[in-house]
């Protein structure tokens, strides 16, 4: 068996999807030490990958709890969503971190969530942003937090590809 059908096998199996919601809670859990331990006030951009962590986590427990076609078409479909929106908030995240005049960095107060899911009303602690956009008040290995988070989306999208393309191409259903 090739490593592709292998691959393809993943998400047949609980432990991959454990490990994917094992990852996403541990990403929250240091991104709430950060908030809380460290002092370092999350953004609107920050708020909205942290959003983005919690949909990866969140498609990892459903084929989790029950692992079946259905949990797993809907564990691919909000991973992928997941991934790859936060990849994007955070590669627009940077930009304006990298922004050479600082004056021209603006981001809103106010997270943009839907009408009938107001997050940053129902769970203030975990989904207010306080924060600054253009602050680089962290870093590691030389790279700001929202640059080590487009490494940590890529490789949750990479990995999503390949599993993804590996259970269609080994003419697989979900």
Same mark, same amino acid.
């Given at each position: ?105 603006? !981001? ?8 009938? &899911?107001?997050?940053?009303? @129902?769970?203030?602690? #975990? %989904? *207010? +942003?306080?924060?600054? !956009? ?8 030389? &790279?700001?937090?929202?640059? @080590?988070?487009?490494? #940590? %989306? *890529? +490789? ?19």
């Amino acid at each position: 068996m090739s490593w592709f059908q292998t691959m393809g096998n993943w998400a047949e199996q609980k432990w991959a999807w454990g490990t994917l919601l094992g990852s996403a809670a541990v990403l929250e859990a240091v991104a709430l030490y950060f908030q809380y331990g460290m002092g370092l006030e999350p953004c609107i951009m920050c708020i909205y990958q942290r959003t983005a962590v919690f949909g990866v986590l969140f498609a990892g427990l459903f084929p989790l709890l029950i692992n079946n076609v259905i949990t797993r078409l809907i564990g691919f479909l909000v991973w992928g969503i997941s991934a790859i929106w936060g990849l994007f908030i955070a590669i627009e995240h940077v930009g304006l971190q990298m922004e050479t005049n600082p004056f021209f960095v603006s !981001c809103e107060i106010v997270p943009n969530f839907p009408s009938f &899911m107001p997050l940053h009303h @129902w769970l203030p602690n #975990i %989904f *207010a +942003a306080t924060g600054d !956009c253009g602050n680089i008040d962290w870093q590691f290995l030389g &790279m700001s937090m929202p640059q @080590w988070m487009i490494v #940590i %989306f *890529a +490789a949750y999208s990479a990995v999503f590809a390949l599993v993804l393309f590996s259970r269609l191409f080994t003419r697989r259903a979900f």
